[in-house]
């Protein structure tokens, strides 16, 4: 494979050795880019690139390729986002390639919710390829310039890629060989889903090390501030592969309710200082669920603001 230098500064920041910060931003239910904008606005200073989710939880949104764009325009850098769920080989690659026509240089590579979990449960899911397939189809119309039935590119994408892991779904056992096989497949860069059990996130990078993973792939923790300890029992009781101890909903729990807000940002900042320590945690990746306004405080209480500027 070709040595493709891509423009991202989320590549370059990484690169540099500095710790990395990405959030994210869910796309409105209509037509309204103000809405993402609005989002997106509050956190660009405090981040190096910004997600954008493709139709979350399978509920019908503004897509995100369109979404990024909108991003592209206001000199924010966004990730964006795509399932496999929705869309054949033949999409998968022209939507890539309509990113590419607006130098969208991050792309995340997701399986995408089953479509049960959304607001249209008899819609046909896709799934031609899988995420790891969906990495290689990148990778490959990168590297090589070549689509995936072997045709050239004229002006292949340039993007650094990227994919998710989950350090705390079932079987525990199998969760590293996964992360070493999204790896193998070509992934860059990799966003775990959000950790509040810290200790099994920590043996998860520790098995990590071993295989020397940490050394071949950027690894962003995922961090989510917790709004209530009504929260933090629903995601503890009723969110798939999301692993909550009870200590985190004892805490949340033992304050009144006027500052659960408070002691979830509190927590989330704890969070971020800890895993800084850690050898191959290289930066995090916020997702404040409707929330935005609250990363710019938890970027700063972190120690990771200002973020770098780079050539």
């Given at each position: 494979?070709?040595?493709?230098?891509?423009?991202?500064?989320?590549?370059?920041?990484?690169?540099?050795?500095?710790?990395?910060?990405?959030?994210?931003?869910?796309?409105?239910?209509?037509?309204?880019?103000?809405?993402?904008?609005?989002?997106?606005?509050?956190?660009?200073?405090?981040?190096?690139a910004v997600n954008?989710?493709?139709?979350?939880?399978?509920?019908?949104?503004?897509?995100?390729?369109?979404?990024?764009?909108?991003?592209?325009?206001?000199?924010?850098?966004?990730?964006?986002?795509?399932?496999?769920?929705?869309?054949?080989?033949?999409?998968?690659?022209?939507?890539?390639?309509?990113?590419?026509?607006?130098?969208?240089?991050?792309?995340?590579?997701?399986?995408?919710?089953?479509q049960a979990f959304?607001?249209?449960?008899?819609?046909?899911?896709?799934?031609?390829?899988?995420?790891?397939?969906?990495?290689?189809?990148?990778?490959?119309?990168?590297?090589?310039?070549?689509?995936?039935?072997?045709?050239?590119?004229?002006?292949?994408?340039?993007?650094?890629?990227?994919?998710?892991?989950?350090?705390?779904?079932?079987?525990?056992?199998?969760?590293?060989?996964?992360?070493?096989?999204?790896?193998?497949?070509?992934?860059?860069?990799?966003?775990?889903?959000?950790?509040?059990?810290?200790?099994?996130?920590?043996?998860?990078?520790?098995?990590?090390?071993?295989?020397?993973?940490?050394?071949?792939?950027?690894?962003?923790?995922?961090?989510?501030?917790?709004?209530?300890?009504?929260?933090?029992?629903?995601?503890?009781?009723?969110?798939?592969?999301?692993?909550?101890?009870?200590?985190?909903?004892?805490?949340?729990?033992?304050?009144?309710?006027?500052?659960?807000?408070?002691?979830?940002?509190?927590?989330?900042?704890?969070?971020?200082?800890?895993?800084?320590?850690?050898?191959?945690?290289?930066?995090?990746?916020?997702?404040?669920?409707?929330?935005?306004?609250?990363?710019?405080?938890?970027?700063?209480?972190?120690?990771?603001?200002?973020?770098?500027?780079?050539?």
């Amino acid at each position: 494979m070709s040595d493709v230098k891509t423009p991202s500064k989320l590549e370059k920041v990484l690169a540099s050795g500095h710790q990395a910060v990405t959030s994210e931003c869910g796309p409105p239910r209509g037509s309204d880019a103000g809405e993402i904008r609005n989002k997106a606005e509050m956190i660009r200073d405090h981040v190096d690139a910004v997600n954008i989710t493709d139709n979350q939880t399978s509920v019908t949104r503004l897509c995100s390729l369109a979404s990024c764009i909108h991003l592209k325009s206001m000199g924010i850098e966004p990730v964006l986002q795509m399932v496999v769920r929705d869309r054949n080989r033949i999409a998968l690659q022209s939507d890539i390639l309509g990113a590419a026509s607006f130098d969208i240089c991050n792309i995340l590579c997701l399986s995408g919710d089953h479509q049960a979990f959304g607001d249209n449960a008899q819609g046909q899911n896709v799934f031609d390829i899988d995420s790891m397939q969906l990495i290689q189809t990148v990778r490959r119309m990168r590297d090589e310039g070549r689509f995936l039935g072997g045709d050239e590119i004229h002006r292949p994408p340039r993007m650094f890629v990227g994919a998710a892991a989950n350090p705390f779904a079932d079987p525990f056992e199998i969760r590293v060989p996964r992360l070493a096989k999204k790896v193998a497949a070509g992934a860059e860069f990799i966003q775990t889903q959000c950790i509040y059990n810290l200790e099994k996130f920590e043996q998860w990078m520790a098995q990590a090390r071993d295989r020397g993973l940490h050394e071949k792939v950027a690894i962003l923790a995922g961090v989510t501030p917790l709004k209530s300890a009504g929260m933090a029992k629903y995601m503890k009781n009723r969110v798939p592969g999301m692993d909550v101890p009870d200590e985190v909903v004892k805490r949340m729990s033992g304050v009144a309710k006027e500052k659960q807000a408070q002691e979830g940002i509190d927590i989330c900042v704890e969070t971020i200082q800890r895993l800084k320590e850690v050898e191959g945690v290289r930066g995090f990746h916020v997702m404040a669920i409707e929330w935005e306004q609250k990363v710019p405080e938890i970027v700063e209480r972190s120690g990771l603001h200002p973020r770098p500027e780079l050539d």
